[in-house]
């Protein structure tokens, strides 16, 4: 761990703000760290023992010039304003050692915040919870001191999801043996955050810090979120607890949480805005239309793969009968789709809608799955052999009013390819490079693929072919010519 540098930290600290403080500031009483309180301790004997015999802010002294906004040690650094250099006095004597103490031992409550709340309120559909800060004079953000998470509690049988979260500073992830979650991180970036799903909000105070307790009653992988709002560090903490975590077990990290200084450079926090993108449409009639029998051709400079693919034939059926299951990913999942007599069955198609401050699941009618069995000639156009070449192809609809490209996520369906008998990568297991082959120089090889489709939607599928790579147009092939 590094240590505190304890009198560079005096330099941050003005007699005028400890003054100011120690005038208008109502003390209150927080519990700190041990390592915190022998730093606290070693400053004030070392303000004791020096502060008569320097001067800062004078050319030829011992830190030269200090950084704007950079602070060391709990307390934190001051509101970023500008590029200019700002100089402070060093409190002497005894003042310093007195004023010191005060403001330390006070802690989270000695200056006034760094950032604040700008707003917090519901946003939107499904919902949406969003939290506004605001810090600087501008509202451009601020320097403060860099943290680190201390936990020093941690549910029965919770440890660390992997290892390097162990030695993270910022965020730490955790899962229990019952098969809970939980992740508690640092997260001082963004001027706003919004959170989805979620059904109440608690306001309350852990340990005198201002915290938002947030249930969610969703499909957004949290139960909880605790929000701490360590306004005078210029921090916040977000607390994720999901999969069945209890809120009190949650309550009780939160309770015995440090943050604890790093000792590294000063940061700008609360500055960014979270970008949103909406996706450009896709317009079908864009790609490439492509018939059966049609050959593309697939040219990549930098892998050195020339590949030619022909789509034969595609022959739709209602089974899977005769089909290895070796082949499929996820056959589990496409037989559930079976009934009785081995054929696709109808199924009630729902949707989550929020309503009542709860995601439901609505009924949008039935949906009668299919299985389209594509035939595929493969050739290598290259005079040298062809390891690990991708063949994958995904299902989509157009859109009958605007064109665009659209896709069907219904439950049990989704848009990619599930079967491929061309893999020479099958682990038995998990299959995760089902979609990849070998080719021998010059070779053609006839494979065959199978997606999932919506009859009602027949006329409007098309296979999409090559639209993972920007090396050439997407491909479409309509799957009822």
Known sequence: MRKIDEEKFLYSVSEE?????????????HEFSDTYKKFR??????????????????????????????????????????????????????????????????????????FKIKSQEFTGENGAYTYEFEAGDDGDGVMVQPMRLVPNYLPEGYEYLQEHF???????????????????????????????????????????????????????????????????????????GYDGISLEEIKKVAENLVLEPTGEEAYQAFAQERETYDAEPVLIEDGRQVQVGETMEYVSDVTNKKLSFTVTDIDIRDDISGL??????????????????????????TEPVWENNALVEKSTGEIYPAFAYITMEITNLSDEPLTDAFVYANLVYKNSETGEEEVEMAEGLGNETVYYDGSDYLDGIYNIKLYHSDFDAGETRTVHLGVLFMKERQDEAYLSLFGWTNLMDTCYVKLIP
Do not use: C
């Open 17 to 29: 703000s400890i003054m100011k403080t120690w005038d208008n500031e109502a003390v209150e009483e």
């Open 41 to 114: 301790e070693d400053l004030i004997r070392r303000a004791g023992e020096n502060g008569s015999n320097k001067k800062i802010g004078m050319a030829g002294s011992e830190y030269g010039e200090r950084r704007n906004g950079e602070a060391v040690g709990e307390i934190i650094a001051m509101p970023y304003q500008s590029q200019k250099k700002k100089w402070y006095r060093r409190p002497a004597g005894i003042a310093a050692a007195v004023a010191a103490a005060i403001v330390l031992s006070m802690g989270a409550y000695a200056i006034s915040g760094l």
């Open 166 to 240: 162990k030695d993270s500073d910022g965020i730490k992830k955790y899962h229990g043996s019952d098969g809970g979650g939980l992740t508690i991180a640092l997260d001082n970036y963004f001027s706003s955050q919004t959170f989805a799903y979620i059904s109440s909000v608690e306001n309350t105070e852990i340990n005198g810090i201002k915290t938002d307790i947030l249930t969610s009653n969703g499909d957004n992988g949290s139960d909880y979120v605790v929000m701490m709002f360590y306004e005078e560090l210029g921090q916040v903490v977000t607390i994720l």
């Open 324 to 349: 290895p299951e070796e082949y499929f990913m996820d056959y589990e999942r496409i037989s559930s789709l079976l009934d009785e007599n081995g054929k696709f069955a109808s199924y009630e198609r």
